[in-house]
């Protein structure tokens, strides 16, 4: 079934440089980028954005972390889109994440781990229209 995901290289990728790194796997997965836009959340934005998350222990450092320097957010499109970015990007631990997936290679701390990509049709659609309108997607 043909999905769109949403995905974002979190601010440790975007200072690290790793932008490029990471458009290239997602890139040579097959996923197309429909929307794609570099952005700067404030504390509240970050805490919306991660609300299902609102009262575990590591939601206060986390949008903390998500609101610290630019984000880059995109829109990917494809079949089963949201669960092969998912396979891409690995465990959240990273040190649980299998060898080639973008968290293997690059992140150096659960919180710290260079991607976010949603894990549901459901959450996917809060998660585009959290930053994207239709005229931004093509
Ligand atoms: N996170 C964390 N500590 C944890 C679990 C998660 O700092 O014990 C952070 C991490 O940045 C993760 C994000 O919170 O990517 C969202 O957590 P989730 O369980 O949704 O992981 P994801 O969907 O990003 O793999
Ligand atoms: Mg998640």
Not at 117 to 134: K, L, M, Q, V
């Amino acid at each position: 079934m043909k999905q769109q995901t949403l995905a974002i290289i979190k601010p440790d990728g975007v200072a690290r440089k790793l932008i490029g790194p990471v458009v290239s796997k997602i890139e040579n997965e097959g996923l197309s980028i429909t929307a794609m836009k570099l952005i700067r959340m404030t504390k509240e934005q970050a805490k919306g954005f991660y609300k299902v998350h609102e009262g575990k222990p590591f939601y206060g450092s986390l949008t903390d972390f998500m609101s610290s320097g630019p984000c880059v957010v995109m829109v990917l499109e494809g079949e089963d889109a949201i669960s092969r970015y998912r396979k891409l990007m690995g465990a959240t631990d990273y040190r649980k994440a299998d060898p080639g997936t973008i968290r293997w290679e690059y992140a150096t701390d659960i919180e710290k781990n260079v991607v976010h990509g949603s894990d549901s049709p459901e959450s996917a659609a809060f998660e585009i229209s959290y930053f994207f309108n239709a005229l931004e997607i093509v």
